[in-house]
């Protein structure tokens, strides 16, 4: 073993909002599907 | 005058009642066959494929902060785990040769890839702590008592798979902080008294962590802990029907 480590931090704020975004994002339309699924 | 005796019970008689009357049955197989008018519309009514909402709910039941959805969170986590995993995968190889290699380039070059990567982690350190949240709401509101003792069993069983699939997929970048983990961790399960060295070969599919070891946790990561999780998480949402929707205030 000589592969150092990978990032594992995700320091870049822009990375985070980014998977922050898009997981409440899909939240949302799962959410909103359902509404529209009871209806 | 002869008094008629009731029929002793035969051995078979002995077994059925002890295999079907005791509480461990009760408590997975609630009702019998459905044999009067009543209980055939009742089957009916709380049917969860039918009725994918209940046709009633307690009025408590109507605030959110009830359960917090905490377990409606916990599954969309797998959910979207499954999307990224399997995305994950189109360019992942679990070779020592390739792996680490392949992570690079899933976060270099393939398009969204570090997206994707980054919110595999993310929504996996999300479902350990909802899983772990979504207990922590149910032991303080009772909600694991009778009726639902079951339920609660099978919850434990989720809660255990969901940790083995944030181990196993500890590995897969193979860095050191992967190598290091997995070789602390199954340290811990070696030293566990007459089982452990033989759990720790079963683990490790060798001595040491190796290529062996690789692909025994990629297997399960990406297709025996999942499946199983599955298979549990059907039992798990249709048995909070069967045990009379969510627990409530008595």
């Known amino acids: 073993m000589e592969f150092s480590n990978l990032p594992h931090d995700y320091a870049e704020t822009l990375e985070l909002v980014f998977v922050f975004v898009t997981i409440f994002l899909s939240l949302g339309l799962m959410v909103a599907f359902g509404r529209w699924w009871q209806q | ?250």
């Open chain 2, 1 to 250: 005058m002869a008094v008629e005796q009731p029929a002793r019970p035969t051995l078979a008689d002995k077994i059925y009642d002890k295999l079907f009357h005791n509480y461990i049955w009760k408590s997975i197989f609630r009702t019998g066959y459905p044999n009067t008018p009543r209980n055939q519309m009742l089957i009916v009514a709380t049917n969860v494929f039918l009725h994918l909402h209940p046709t009633r709910i307690h009025r408590t039941h109507v605030k959110i902060t009830h359960t917090y959805c905490l377990g409606g969170l916990s599954f969309f986590m797998f959910l979207g785990l499954t999307v990224t995993g399997i995305l994950l995968m189109f360019y992942y190889v679990p070779s020592v040769d390739r792996a680490y290699l392949d992570i690079q380039n899933i976060q270099t070059n393939v398009q969204f890839g570090q997206l994707m990567r980054n919110m595999h982690r993310w929504m996996a350190h999300a479902m350990v702590i909802l899983v772990f949240l979504h207990m922590m709401r149910v032991f303080y509101t009772g909600a694991y008592k009778p009726p639902r003792e079951f339920n609660w069993v099978v919850g434990v069983i989720l809660l255990v798979l969901t940790f083995l699939l944030s181990f196993t997929g500890y590995l897969l970048p193979w860095d050191q902080l992967a190598f290091w983990a997995i070789t602390v961790g199954t340290n811990i399960a070696g030293s566990a008294p007459v089982l452990g060295p033989k759990t720790r070969f079963w683990l490790l599919g060798g001595f040491e962590v190796g290529q062996e070891s690789l692909i025994r946790f990629y297997t399960l990561h990406v297709i025996g802990l999942p499946l199983l999780a599955a298979i549990f998480m059907a039992v798990h949402f249709w048995r909070i029907r069967r045990d009379g929707g969510l627990a409530r205030p008595l």
